[in-house]
T-cell receptor
Framework: RKEVEQDPGPFNVPEGATVAFNCTYS??????FFWYRQDCRKEPKLLMSVYSSGNEDGRFTAQLNRASQYISLLIRDSKLSDSATYLCAVTTGNQFYFGTGTSLTVIP | DGGITQSPKYLFRKEGQNVTLSCEQN?????MYWYRQDPGQGLRLIYYSQIVNDFQKGDIAEGYSVSREKKESFPLTVTSAQKNPTAFYLC??????????????FGPGTRLTVT
């Protein structure tokens, strides 16, 4: 079983839509959780950390559900510039695990 | 500017040649990592190092070697034993055990093509 699993998509949404991604993790001892954004042929960039209480950064909201072992990313009012691949990541001990990414295309 | 640098951005080699990819960071991070990414696929861990002069194999270490002689530097050598070396190579660093959340930050990557 993979440490982290994501729906690869693709998600194609119209501009202005709200879109949500989920990511499940297998180890209940995982401590820290993150969302990264990766543009085509570029490196992943940290989008936001995910806190137990949930956190918001502008149009982006991240949630953690420890009981069900998943994290989520909600993007409101999607912009064309949000088109990218979104990777979730978790740490378990000293290990860092990435999901394979979910592809998002925002359509005009 | 603080950050992680990788050079070169693009690298072309003939099959059978060893090649070394550079990774330098000035973030005072303890831990450094090498990943490989193939088209349409996720990140796969090659090697990582939590402290100077120590490193561990990741999931796909065969055909690769690393060194960590300085905190700032973690070069990766792709040897001729690596059967499919053409890929996008990403270096990352984190605070390691000193960090609370231990988020990783990535360099811009090196795109290696072996023909």
């Amino acid at each position: 079983r993979k440490e982290v699993e994501q729906d690869p998509g693709p998600f194609n949404v119209p501009e202005g839509a709200t879109v949500a991604f989920n990511c499940t993790y297998s180890n209940s001892a995982s401590q820290s959780f993150f969302w990264y954004r990766q543009d085509c042929r570029k490196e992943p960039k940290l989008l936001m950390s995910v806190y137990s209480s949930g956190n918001e950064d502008g149009r982006f909201t991240a949630q953690l559900n420890r009981a069900s072992q998943y994290i989520s990313l909600l993007i409101r009012d999607s912009k064309l510039s949000d088109s990218a691949t979104y990777l979730c990541a978790v740490t378990t001990g000293n290990q860092f695990y990435f999901g394979t990414g979910t592809s998002l295309t925002v359509i005009p | 500017d603080g950050g992680i640098t990788q050079s070169p951005k693009y690298l072309f080699r003939k099959e059978g040649q060893n090649v070394t990819l550079s990774c330098e960071q000035n973030l005072n991070h303890d831990a450094m990592y090498w990943y490989r990414q193939d088209p349409g696929q996720g990140l796969r861990l090659i090697y990582y190092s939590q402290i100077v002069n120590d490193f561990q194999k990741g999931d796909i270490a065969e055909g690769y070697s690393v060194s960590r002689e300085k905190k700032e530097s973690f070069p990766l050598t792709v040897t001729s034993a690596q059967k499919n070396p053409t890929a996008f190579y990403l270096c990352a660093s984190s605070m390691g055990n000193r960090g609370i959340r231990n988020e990783q930050y990535f360099g811009p990557g090196t795109r290696l093509t072996v023909t």
